[in-house]
């Protein structure tokens, strides 16, 4: 007998996204994987940014790409990238930019790291892109539409979460105990000691892999707005829950904490374990 089931993801007709848009987002993550491609297990030097973080040429050359194409064909729009900054935050239609998500992953040839593009209008995002140029996968989401899969040039269709009996049979997925604070890490262990597995490493890919139903919950904190933003419509598409640790949908300007899960009930029991440290 199968343990989990899978979630019926909901079709809704009338797209909010012109179908132009979501060409463009596949473009964009084009354009941002042959930048980042260039350079995957070939000699380059990592930088430390001012948090200790690592960045690469690959990270700039990536986010300039996208940004030229943006400049190019919307110039209209708002910017917000990780490597080059922020310019008009308030246009009507803001992208935000992860050129490299998973630097860390990249500079040791592990080809987890994404690109993540998020459209934000009214600090909302409407449009989530999940892309990872070393393994040829990417996910799209579009707010009100299913999360869609597509493996190298082929789309596969579109994904669910799979649902989950009880908390103790999560599988939770986190990119690394160090991105915690002593306050967020005493939150995290309430929840760490009630499920059944704990995966570190996984960066952007713990969000894909629960809107596709393989795995059950992510869980982080200490993230910026192009950490999160693109994961929020590619999870709530596959039929998935995700919010901040306070339970409030991830807009620009939440704190920077997420919580997703495949299942809305095990997500809520996970949101009482974070809130009762």
């Given at each position: 007998m ?5 979630v019926?993801?909901?079709?809704v007709s009338d797209p909010?996204v ?16 042959v ?10 030097d ?12 690959a990270d700039?050359e ?14 209209e ?15 009507d239609l ?15 040839g592990?080809?987890l790291f ?14 989530g892109m ?10 799209l989401?579009?707010r009100g ?13 579109p994904?669910q ?7 103790s ?24 000691d009630?499920?059944?597995?704990t995966?570190f ?7 894909a892999?629960?809107?596709s ?9 200490n993230m ?6 693109s994961?929020?419509?590619v999870?709530d ?8 640790w ?7 300007d939440s ?13 809520a ?9």
């Open positions: 199968r343990r989990f089931a899978y019926e993801t909901p079709r909010i012109d179908p132009e848009l979501e060409s463009f987002a596949h473009t964009l993550a084009d354009a941002a994987g930048a980042a491609l260039r350079y995957f297990r070939a000699g380059f990592v930088e430390l940014k001012a948090d200790a973080s690592p960045v690469t040429q700039r990536a986010e300039t790409a996208m940004r030229a194409l943006i400049a190019q064909t919307y110039p729009h708002g910017i917000m990238g990780e490597e080059h900054g922020s310019e008009r935050l308030d246009a803001v992208w935000v930019l992860d050129p490299i998500d998973g630097t860390r992953a990249f500079v040791n592990i080809p994404a690109t993540l593009i998020a459209l934000v209008r009214d600090g909302e995002p409407i449009l999940n892309a990872y140029p070393a393994l040829g996968e990417r996910w989401g579009i539409q299913p999360t869609r899969h597509w493996y190298g040039p082929n789309e596969s269709g994904v979460v799979r649902a989950c009996p009880s908390i049979d999560v599988r939770l997925c986190t990119t690394s105990p160090d991105m915690f604070d002593a306050a967020d890490a005493a939150r995290y262990a309430n929840l760490k009630a499920v059944r597995d995966r490493g996984t960066d952007a890919w713990a969000y892999m629960v809107a139903g393989h795995t059950d919950m992510a869980a982080e904190s910026q707005p192009y950490d999160y933003l994961h929020a419509v999870i598409g596959a039929g998935g829950t995700i919010t901040d306070e339970g409030q949908p991830l807009r620009m704190p920077g904490s997420v919580l997703a899960a495949g299942d809305a009930e095990r997500h029991e996970a949101l009482a374990l974070l809130q009762s440290a």
